[in-house]
């Protein structure tokens, strides 16, 4: 499972080209997108197209190649196999059929949005894919989003893009959000602000609309008043025999409070080192 670039060809790693280098084929998402990849490091090699719809398909052909001793390297458009593209069907028909399916890092929307938005990962962040279409799905999305305690990253598709920030501004127009444009190409942006802020950045050009989107949610602050205090009791006294994380688990698994609310309380109450 090989990570390619996402826009920048400069970002392909040397164990990835070393790879696709070795490889007796490739299997591609996309086989004109496959050969374009190959063609702009001088590599030739004979595809199998594996897309959405044939994945299941494609999977038993590629393990009938491994199994015949070959090595088959998979690449979807851009980015990490399995992430929001096809892939995991066909690492699972390699598992199941016993034969070793390995990973190849490199370039993921997720990660580059993640480390460059400046936003709150103590408490871990959440990957949910594309944000639903239709519009009760999308705002009981966005709500989960809101209150998961974690700041939640997903993509958007550009004719979309405004309705999901028109939908989280009527939800909670205050919060904050990373906007993230076109990553690692030539008109690479990151807007930081509130969906208000987001949506007037995009109108202001039409231009804006277009390209990939990637978006940085930061959860809404838990506040104190959502612990009662039998619950808050409770946490101290865990949380004196036990570490925060493991504290608020504990404390969950009693009350039936969120741990994320219970390990933002204990976050936002840590006392001053000595």
Not at 111 to 123: H, K, P, V
């Given at each position: ?30 086989t004109?997108?496959?050969?374009r ?5 001088g590599?030739?090699?004979p ?32 980015g ?79 004719h ?73 009791a ?22 039936g ?18």
């Amino acid at each position: 499972m090989v990570a390619t670039p996402i826009g920048n060809l400069a970002d392909i790693s040397l164990r990835a080209l070393a790879a696709l280098q070795r490889a007796d084929r490739i299997a591609a998402e996309d086989t004109r997108m496959a050969q374009r990849l190959l063609d702009a490091y001088g590599l030739h090699k004979p595809a199998l197209r594996c897309d959405r719809h044939r994945e299941a398909q494609a999977a038993e052909q590629i393990v009938a190649h491994i199994a015949a001793g070959e090595r088959v390297a998979f690449v979807s458009d851009a980015g990490t196999p399995g992430i929001s593209d096809p892939g995991s069907r066909v690492a699972h028909a390699v598992h199941q059929a016993g034969l070793r399916v390995v990973p190849i890092p490199g370039a993921s929307a997720v990660t580059a949005a993640l480390s460059a938005c400046g936003l709150d990962l103590q408490t871990g962040y959440c990957f949910a894919g594309f944000a639903p279409g239709t519009a009760s799905a999308l705002r009981d999305f966005l709500e989960a989003a809101l209150h998961g305690g974690r700041t939640t990253v997903f993509f958007e598709a550009p004719h979309r893009i405004q309705t999901c920030l028109e939908t989280l501004h009527c939800l909670a127009p205050g919060c904050r959000l990373v906007l993230a444009k076109e990553l690692s190409k030539q008109f690479e942006t990151l807007r930081d602000g509130t969906p208000q802020a987001a949506l007037d950045w995009l109108l202001a050009d039409q231009k804006r609309l277009q390209g990939e989107f990637v978006l940085v949610l930061q959860a809404e602050p838990t506040r104190a008043a959502e612990l009662d205090a039998r619950a808050i009791a409770l946490l101290q006294r865990v949380a004196r025999e036990l570490p925060a994380s493991r504290a608020a688990a504990v404390a969950a698994d009693l009350t039936g409070i969120k741990r994320e609310l219970l390990y933002r309380w204990l976050l936002d109450h840590k006392p001053p080192a000595e």
